[in-house]
């Protein structure tokens, strides 16, 4: 009998007291106002007029509301040696082709660390994770002497090849792709498939959540990564080294500065909003199963 | 090539350590014990799929890695060739370099208050947000992921903790009346390093956090079932008992993100605190590698101040797995 309850009972969701509901709420709207507050400060900042910037009492939203900035930011665009649709080409070039290429080549390179028992498994996987704690600060150098060496310098190879692999993509999918039952896998080689056809037919499908959080993390470092040691061609630059010039004016461009912000946040922003979609889709049924 | 396979998965199952390969019984007792090479071609495959990956990375990172170690032992300052000058380096920067010290100091604080308190906060409200409806799943991550996406809008920050009376909270505090006088947040040298923690809070949610979110869906439901079956009552015992140990590689995955974030913390201060900060009080040896590494040109003394910090860093990693390790 009591058996035959419990089993009523497993459909629904564990029980939960309501104060304990209520606290939950507060804690997250609390938490929530602390994240979206500045993030809102920023945005409005952006539509201030120069005077609204620098008054007091401060004012959180903007009175008289100005695409100034905007304009502003236009117009010091306009003035440099390249129509701004060429960075914007440049910047949307190398973003896709170098996250496509990095979530590929991650996902290409973990499924072996995660499932296969090949020699040197164990020191590759340590490489990886030990290579995420060095601090980038003083690879810089190295970097650009190796980049020149390869003749890369000025060219989108520059800006690409580096980008693509990623010990961040490769852990993450490694972590993921353990999680995928060996008998999945097994069932792939019994039809005759190799380990290339088993890899894109059976486990990209089954870690599909985490190939879409990787295309965030890539893109977003990507999209924001300035390049400008690697390139000196007006013409091969992207977006983010013009806006670290612009930025490098000052006090005296607060306002524009907070409308550069905004005008590259609006990528990451859109794809984040795509993917999350997808992942919490997926979500909806259930996890992996054999 | 059907024969290979059977021969690969007979292997497999002899020298896997994996927990979820099954072992079958063997027929053939002389694959019991194969050459090196022999297993090296059976995963020949295996290592076409990582080559892509094996030659980038080590062009592009393993080599510049070993070049800063090996730099790290030399005086280079950019433009002449560097000079080896052995363990001088670490030599003046353990015993000679008060400033390091304080850098340090600063260093430990956000690692070990920051880092703590983004990592549970970060898996408490993956936890909390995997119960709400697909939309307001939605909406809530990108509240929560929101600063990390937005990029450096962490510059906001310096608009409200700015000093002057135009500073929002500045601004609010004098209103209500708390403050007659505006308070110099970022530089006085009490409250700078507080602000930078802040920020450093209000950026919690990042790669662990996406992390998470994605994992919870990667557990089986049926395990979840099958736990009411088994008595689990409240959903502390289901997080402790199902969810915990099911999430095990994304708890990995999020603690050597928060690791590297924690100490390798620098773009922020810059931004807020300014670079350097006043009496370096609220650098760290991000910013201080960043320091020599940049502005005073002594590329080598950098690089052994780098290493310094990795070796930090592995350290902490290696502790914080053992304990994950053994809690999972």
Known sequence: MKVRFHRLRTNRKLNRSAGGNFLLFLVLALLGAFMVLPLLYAFVSAFKPMEELFIFPPRFFVANPTLDNFIHLSQILSNYWVPFSRYLFNSVFVSVVATFGSVMVSSMAAYPMAKHSFPGRKPLSDVVVLALLFTPQVLYIPQYIIIAKLGLINTYGALILPAIQSPLGVFLMKQFMTQIPTSLLEASRIDGANEFTTWWKVVMPSVKPAWLTLIIFAFQSIWNQPGNSYVYDEAMKVLPSIMSQIQAGGLARAGVVAAVALVMMIPPLVLFQLTQRSVIETMTTSGIKE | ?328
């Open chain 2, 1 to 328: 090539m059907k024969n290979w396979q059977e021969n690969e998965r007979s292997l497999d199952s002899i020298m896997n350590r994996n927990k979820n390969v099954v072992a079958r019984p063997q027929k053939n007792p002389s694959y019991k014990n194969p050459g090196l090479f022999h297993r090296i071609w059976i995963h020949r495959e295996s290592y076409l799929l990582m080559l892509p990956f094996l030659v980038l990375f080590s062009v592009f990172t393993l080599l510049p890695i070993f070049s800063a170690i090996t730099l790290s032992f030399t005086s280079f300052n950019m433009l002449e060739m560097p000079r080896w000058v052995g363990w001088l380096n670490y030599i003046r920067l353990l015993l000679d370099d008060q400033i390091f010290l304080q850098v340090l100091k600063n260093t430990l604080v956000f690692a070990f208050i920051t880092g703590p308190i983004s990592y549970v906060l970060s898996f408490m409200l993956a936890w909390f947000i995997n119960d709400f409806g697909p939309t307001m799943r939605s909406f809530l991550t990108l509240v929560f992921y929101g600063p990390t996406l937005a990029g450096n809008v962490f510059f906001i920050w310096t608009f409200i903790f700015s000093g002057d009376y135009y500073g929002l909270l500045n601004g609010w505090l004098i209103n209500l009346g708390i403050l007659r006088e505006p308070i110099d947040w970022i530089g006085d040298t009490n409250y700078v390093l507080s602000v930078v923690l802040v920020v450093q809070i209000w950026l919690s949610f990042g790669a662990g956090f996406l992390a998470f979110i994605a994992g919870f869906q990667s557990i089986d439901r049926s395990l979840y079932e099958a736990a009411v079956i088994d008595g689990v009552r409240n959903r502390w015992q289901e997080l402790w008992y199902i969810t915990l140990p099911s999430m095990a590689p994304q708890l990995l995955f999020g603690a050597v993100m928060q690791i590297g974030a924690s100490f390798g913390v620098s773009e922020v201060i810059k931004a807020v605190a300014g670079f350097p900060s006043r009496g370096y009080t609220a650098d760290t040896i991000g910013t201080y590698i960043n320091d020599y590494g940049v502005v005073r040109f002594e590329m080598g003394y950098a690089c052994a101040i780098a290493v310094v910090l990795f070796l930090m860093m592995v350290g902490t990693n290696k502790v914080i797995m053992k304990l994950l390790k053994g809690l999972l």
